[in-house]
């Protein structure tokens, strides 16, 4: 059974950071590309940040260049979104989502909300 079950949301104050954690099983994750995305309430999924399955490249939506990084750590089969800088735009569900051998799985989601 795949499960990628998203951690590390919360309510933070503009500026501040968090650091978001996918802990993937059931796949072989170190072949599956790793994403993240959001999603805000009466608006489309977003691509927030992508990478690789050797997590030798990343790309990153423009809204949050410079601000977050996407690690990965394949011993723990876990995928990582640092997120500094942190703005009320950012506010989302955030999830993760595996692609691979013809394959993808979504995340239920972890609640990120930015706000004075």
């Known amino acids: 059974q795949v499960q990628l079950v998203e951690s590390g949301g919360g309510l933070v104050q503009p500026e501040e950071s968090l650091r978001l954690s996918c802990a993937a099983s059931?796949?072989?994750?170190?072949?599956?590309?790793m994403n993240w995305y959001r999603q805000a309430p009466g608006k489309e999924r977003e691509l927030v940040a992508h990478?690789?399955?050797?997590?030798?490249?990343?790309s990153y939506a423009n809204a949050v260049k410079g601000r977050f990084t996407v690690s990965r750590d394949n011993a723990k089969n876990t995928v990582y979104l640092q997120m500094n800088s942190l703005k009320p735009e950012d506010t989302a569900m955030y999830y993760c989502?595996?692609?691979?051998?013809?394959?993808?799985?979504w995340g239920q989601g972890t609640q990120v909300t930015v706000s004075s």
């Open positions: 059931g796949i072989t994750f170190n072949v599956y590309a």
């Open positions: 990478i690789s399955n050797d997590g030798t490249g990343t």
């Open positions: 989502y595996a692609v691979g051998w013809g394959l993808n799985y």
